[in-house]
T-cell receptor
Framework: GNSVTQMEGPVTLSEEAFLTINCTYT??????LFWYVQYPGEGLQLLLK?????DKGSNKGFEATYRKETTSFHLEKGSVQVSDSAVYFC???????????FGGGTRLMVKP | DTEVTQTPKHLVMGMTNKKSLKCEQH?????MYWYKQKAKKPPELMFV???????INESVPSRFSPECPNSSLLNLHLHALQPEDSALYLC??????????????FGSGTQLSVL
């Protein structure tokens, strides 16, 4: 079956630090990969996605590259802000079912 | 309008009560979802509706009863819940199948407490 593994948090960084949140996956076929973000008290929002190998998704300074050879989709940002504090979920979908498979989530805390 | 609206935002109910959660979207999306999210956990899929028909039920107990009255509305009827059902209930929608790489739009959720 499909599964997503991401690094456990919390990740605590100072403002303007470099961010990496690791995500690896197991899936049959050719999944689409996503990063969703959940701010406190809110639902999830799509941050970025990639639908095929070597695609790079990017949004709001965040990037992630679909690496089929390492089955990874690591999230990076060059300079985090306090407003980036949230929980980040890596997820995949495949045509094996009409659903997303989520990783466990990583809480990011950015301090001024 | 790119929002999914959920009401109420908070709900406290006793184990003998009957209540309903409501979800609405006006984006013309044909797939709608209910997820349950416990604190510090990822969302867990409960139900999927496609073209107003229930297409996936993830072995959810019968005390949760979904309903899709029309293409814009999704309800979740609650009856005889247990304290362990306390969670954030999220509604989502997508234009097409989530399995085809479609983006899901999530509502802000209903925070449910069962006493």
């Amino acid at each position: 079956g499909n599964s997503v593994t991401q690094m456990e948090g919390p990740v605590t960084l100072s403002e303007e630090a470099f961010l990496t949140i690791n995500c690896t996956y197991t899936a049959t076929g050719y999944p689409s990969l996503f990063w969703y973000v959940q701010y406190p008290g809110e639902g999830l929002q799509l941050l970025l996605k990639a639908t095929k190998a070597d695609d790079k998704g990017s949004n709001k300074g965040f990037e992630a590259t679909y690496r089929k050879e390492t089955t990874s989709f690591h999230l990076e940002k060059g300079s985090v802000q306090v407003s980036d504090s949230a929980v980040y979920f890596c997820a995949l979908s495949s045509n094996a079912g009409n659903m997303l498979t989520f990783g466990g989530g990583t809480r990011l805390m950015v301090k001024p | 309008d790119t929002e999914v609206t959920q009401t109420p935002k908070h709900l406290v109910m006793g184990m003998t009560n009957k209540k309903s959660l409501k979800c609405e979207q006006h984006m013309g999306h044909r797939a709608m979802y209910w997820y349950k999210q416990k604190a510090k956990k990822p969302p867990e899929l409960m139900f999927v509706y496609s073209y107003e028909k229930l297409s996936i039920n993830e072995s959810v107990p019968s005390r949760f009863s979904p309903e899709c009255p029309n293409s814009s509305l999704l309800n979740l009827h609650l009856h005889a819940l247990q304290p362990e059902d306390s969670a954030l209930y999220l509604c989502a929608s997508s234009q097409g199948w989530a399995g085809s790489g479609e983006k899901l739009f999530f509502g802000s959720g209903t925070q449910l407490s069962v006493l």
